[in-house]
């Protein structure tokens, strides 16, 4: 089973680097970037240039607001940057951050990303001179680049990114089964549940209508954990993650969890409360029901028994918090290394 760690989203852009070489000194896969405050294409570059062998991924960046041919530009450099360890992680995000935060147009999320991946590929295709750009779908048409504009082949060895998407309703599910080399789950839909019965169906649906081997598709579970050293230490995360579950619930693209188990009221309620502006209450509706239903909890030494009873069979990787304190990091290398060596 493959191991990622993802990063604090306010972390400075200064203290990028050492988080990364922290992260490969744990013995971690790769790092996730996510598209938070920063870039999520500068924040690659500065975590693969402080690192050797760590897998850096955007995880994810989003599609919708940026041209195929400057993602496969930013791409392209990482990939010959870090003699191939970036790879490229997709995602639509939701609408009013698409339309009110970055200004650009939401119409056909899904049918755009699947377009913006086709056209990045076509770029790339384009710039190993293997064929003249000349892609044409619903969202994106490129048919001009010209010498001066197109990009040396990377250098020898060193393979094109893999295409990741992020997401959770069943069209983009699906959409990932038919063009993605990866798919990275969102915390809020990472239950066992949901990837059996929604997420797993629904890549091996996409998978058969492209003709591809559904086994071809890695699936990384972007999990939230309660972790700690002692019992003390997860009764004070549970806070945290109660919290945090409340925020993320009241956003209802989110709710396909909440649905399996037949608590869709729960996201209703989360909104109201924010309508009246009491952001304070929002997590006094997330029950240590919920909670323990929805998050996975354990020490440090039970990390890689509790990891393989939650996902083992359903997910070929997980998501993994390196400790707040750093004089904990043994305990949290140790895990990771038997996980490693566990089977997906």
């Known amino acids: 089973m493959r191991v990622y760690a993802g990063m604090d989203p306010r972390l400075p852009i200064n203290d990028i680097a050492a988080h990364a070489r922290r992260i490969e000194s744990l013995g971690y896969d790769g790092l996730h970037i996510a598209e938070t405050v ?5 924040a690659s570059m500065a975590a693969l240039q402080a690192t050797e062998s760590l897998v850096v991924r955007t995880s994810v960046a989003l599609a919708l607001v940026r041209s195929p041919m400057a993602v496969a530009y930013s791409a392209w450099d990482l990939a010959a940057l870090s003699n191939g360890r970036f790879q490229l992680g997709l995602g639509t995000q939701i609408r009013p951050h698409i339309e009110r935060r970055f200004g650009a147009s939401f119409d056909d999320p899904v049918g755009r990303l699947s377009d913006h991946i086709g056209a990045v590929r076509a770029c790339w295709r384009a710039f190993d001179g293997l064929e003249k750009l000349d892609y044409h779908s619903t969202h994106y048409d490129l048919d001009l680049l010209t010498p001066n ?5 990377l250098p020898a060895g060193v393979a094109r990114p893999s295409i990741w998407m992020g997401g959770v309703n069943k069209r983009l599910v699906r959409a990932a089964g038919r063009i993605a080399d990866g798919f990275v789950t969102h915390p809020t839909n990472s239950h066992p549940r949901y990837l059996r019965e929604l997420c797993r169906p629904g890549l091996d649906d996409g998978a058969r209508d492209a003709g591809r081997d559904p086994r071809e598709i890695e699936l990384v579970v972007g ?30 693209a989110y709710e396909r969890t909440l649905e399996l188990f037949g608590w869709s009221e729960l996201a209703g309620r989360l909104r109201s409360l924010i309508r009246d502006g009491r952001w304070s209450d929002l997590s006094t509706l997330v029950t240590d029901e919920v909670l323990d239903t929805l998050v996975p909890q354990a020490t440090y030494d039970e990390l890689p028994r509790v990891a393989r009873e939650w996902f083992g069979g359903v997910a070929d990787g997980i998501l993994v918090a390196p400790p707040p304190d750093p004089t904990h990091d043994d305990l949290l290398r140790a895990a990771v290394a038997e996980l490693r060596h566990s089977p997906s």
């Open 223 to 252: 999990t939230q954990w309660i972790l700690g050293v002692s019992s003390t230490d997860l009764d004070e995360r549970r806070e945290h993650n109660r919290r945090l579950l409340a925020f993320l619930y009241s956003t209802p």
């Open 38 to 42: 920063h870039d999520p294409f500068l």
């Open 149 to 153: 504009f197109t990009p040396d082949p």
